[in-house]
């Protein structure tokens, strides 16, 4: 799997075999939300391809403003693969974002900045390739209704694996009664999984879209999956993860389903995390790697990990950005706030995943989510981890082997092991405070703009918003 096409020759005769009849360019905003334009492929030539595709970048949210709106697209022909989807045979290509008032690369294009992240990396000396294994889990449900209005504000997501559905009447059809309960749904086999054929074809088109694929299973929640698929360099990680939940979303929404990557879309039962697995290495040796040492975890490793946790609020102001993440890492949930490092251990917000051999030792930090932009959620950790190299290390604690789960938030504090923000409001004001690590990738103007888009989108929307439980709890005081 991997690449179809390495350059503009090849890129046309892979048109020509497939018939292509529209070329889809695709773009990534701040939010990570995919956008795109098609195109005859008529009208798409060689000159086209290396010169841009223009487009209007002030009706993308908090890009150009209108009196500088035209921008352009540049295609990395690399990228190019055939919508499984459409009814037309059409290839898609991922773009950069091209700023034509400056002559370079637009600063707030993610995969520019993830580009960026990996001059970084070249700079810094310390390493020549840094691989990225995004681990993307989504919940598949029947329907769901949104009520938005200033006096009614409700959901309601409905999956026949849901607890709820237990007396539910189905027509034509007895209600089977197999249902994977609360937290209940981690590897079941047929009936209580219901998704096995759902999941392979999305298996299969996530293969036939260029990603290799390893395995598919029911995950922990009522109605929620995983879909793994193998690490690469940073920019093509992130382009997997477009690419996977354009898949997922697509297939689910074929069969008469709906899939989300919410961070935490059902009360009382786990959420969706994207546990990301992290190693640098230098001239085809993994620098993560240290025999004897615990774990195999070397030096190098640990000053990366403890620049993560030292820019923690800055970290998941990216890789946890919306308000939703941060009711999935509340204590009760499986959910990785607790900032230390373990072996083996789902419990600690850096597992070490058991591996035979140099090549597998990795750090997996399991508190990103999927309302991540994956360019932008990359490119932070792996800026923070480069800190800490530079820097020989900031204040780590661990490796702590017992089930953090269990440990009161008292006794945390007594013995120094810190916890990741409580709200997205938290992290985006330590962003504001703590970004000058981020220079190599992102200017204070953008950090700010970032930290008020963020704001106005999630943060004071929700803080505004009674919810039913506040009636509860406070209607009758």
């Given at each position: 799997?991997?690449?179809?096409?390495?350059?503009?020759?090849?890129?046309?005769?892979?048109?020509?075999?497939?018939?292509?009849?529209?070329?889809?360019?695709?773009?990534?905003?701040?939010?990570?939300?995919?956008?795109?334009?098609?195109?005859?492929?008529?009208?798409?030539?060689?000159?086209?391809?290396?010169?841009?595709?223009?487009?209007?970048?002030?009706?993308?949210?908090?890009?150009?403003?209108?009196?500088?709106?035209?921008?352009?697209?540049?295609?990395?022909?690399?990228?190019?693969?055939?919508?499984?989807?459409?009814?037309?045979?059409?290839?898609?290509?991922?773009?950069?974002?091209?700023?034509?008032?400056?002559?370079?690369?637009?600063?707030?294009?993610?995969?520019?900045?993830?580009?960026?992240?990996?001059?970084?990396?070249?700079?810094?000396?310390?390493?020549?390739?840094?691989?990225?294994?995004?681990?993307?889990?989504?919940?598949i449900f029947d329907d769901v209704k949104i009520v938005d209005h200033d006096n009614h504000q409700s959901f309601k997501v409905e999956t026949d694996e849901g607890h709820w559905a237990d007396a539910a009447d189905y027509e034509d059809v007895g209600n089977m009664g197999h249902r994977p309960r609360i937290k209940g749904g981690y590897f079941p086999v047929m009936p209580t999984d219901p998704a096995v054929d759902l999941r392979a074809e999305m298996m299969l088109l996530l293969e036939e879209v260029g990603l290799e694929v390893m395995l598919g299973h029911h995950e922990v929640a009522q109605g929620q999956h995983e879909i793994g698929i193998v690490f690469s360099d940073i920019i093509?990680?992130?382009?997997?993860?477009?690419?996977?939940?354009?898949?997922?979303?697509?297939?689910?929404?074929?069969?008469?389903?709906?899939?989300?990557?919410?961070?935490?879309?059902?009360?009382?039962?786990?959420?969706?995390?994207?546990?990301?697995?992290?190693?640098?290495?230098?001239?085809?040796?993994?620098?993560?790697?240290?025999?004897?040492?615990?774990?195999?975890?070397?030096?190098?490793?640990?000053?990366?990990?403890?620049?993560?946790?030292?820019?923690?609020?800055?970290?998941?102001?990216?890789?946890?950005?919306?308000?939703?993440?941060?009711?999935?890492?509340?204590?009760?949930?499986?959910?990785?706030?607790?900032?230390?490092?373990?072996?083996?251990?789902?419990?600690?917000?850096?597992?070490?995943?058991?591996?035979?051999?140099?090549?597998?030792?990795?750090?997996?930090?399991?508190?990103?989510?999927?309302?991540?932009?994956?360019?932008?959620?990359?490119?932070?950790?792996?800026?923070?981890?480069?800190?800490?190299?530079?820097?020989?290390?900031?204040?780590?604690?661990?490796?702590?082997?017992?089930?953090?789960?269990?440990?009161?938030?008292?006794?945390?504090?007594?013995?120094?092991?810190?916890?990741?923000?409580?709200?997205?409001?938290?992290?985006?004001?330590?962003?504001?405070?703590?970004?000058?690590?981020?220079?190599?990738?992102?200017?204070?103007?953008?950090?700010?703009?970032?930290?008020?888009?963020?704001?106005?989108?999630?943060?004071?929307?929700?803080?505004?918003?009674?919810?039913?439980?506040?009636?509860?709890?406070?209607?009758?005081?």
């Open positions: 799997m991997g690449k179809f096409v390495n350059n503009l020759a090849e890129f046309n005769k892979y048109c020509e075999e497939n018939e292509v009849e529209f070329v889809d360019f695709r773009f990534t905003d701040i939010k990570g939300a995919w956008h795109h334009i098609s195109y005859r492929a008529s009208a798409v030539g060689n000159d086209m391809l290396e010169a841009g595709v223009p487009f209007d970048g002030s009706s993308i949210e908090a890009w150009q403003p209108i009196n500088e709106s035209d921008m352009l697209l540049k295609p990395d022909i690399e990228t190019a693969f055939m919508d499984p989807f459409t009814a037309d045979s059409t290839v898609i290509v991922i773009c950069d974002v091209y700023d034509i008032y400056k002559n370079e690369a637009y600063a707030k294009c993610p995969r520019s900045i993830a580009k960026k992240a990996l001059k970084a990396l070249d700079d810094a000396g310390i390493a020549d390739a840094a691989y990225f294994g995004p681990e993307n889990e989504f919940f093509t990680a992130a382009d997997n993860v477009q690419k996977y939940k354009y898949v997922v979303k697509m297939v689910a929404h074929l069969n008469g389903k709906t899939a989300t990557f919410m961070p935490k879309p059902i009360y009382n039962d786990n959420g969706n995390g994207m546990h990301v697995h992290q190693s640098l290495w230098k001239d085809g040796t993994n620098l993560f790697y240290e025999k004897g040492a615990y774990a195999n975890l070397s030096k190098t490793a640990l000053d990366y990990l403890s620049g993560i946790f030292q820019h923690k609020e800055a970290v998941a102001a990216f890789t946890n950005p919306s308000t939703n993440s941060y009711k999935r890492l509340l204590p009760g949930f499986e959910a990785p706030r607790i900032l230390t490092y373990s072996s083996q251990n789902r419990s600690a917000a850096c597992r070490i995943p058991y591996g035979a051999g140099e090549k597998a030792v990795r750090i997996e930090t399991r508190f990103p989510d999927s309302t991540a932009c994956p360019y932008l959620a990359f490119s932070v950790l792996m800026i923070a981890g480069l800190d800490g190299i530079k820097q020989g290390g900031y204040p780590l604690v661990g490796p702590v082997n017992e089930d953090l789960f269990e440990i009161s938030r008292k006794e945390l504090a007594e013995r120094g092991i810190p916890e990741l923000a409580s709200t997205f409001r938290d992290s985006l004001e330590g962003l504001e405070k703590d970004h000058d690590f981020l220079a190599p990738i992102m200017d204070h103007d953008y950090v700010m703009e970032y930290s008020q888009y963020m704001f106005d989108r999630h943060v004071y929307p929700v803080e505004g918003r009674p919810t039913a439980f506040e009636y509860i709890a406070t209607y009758s005081c």
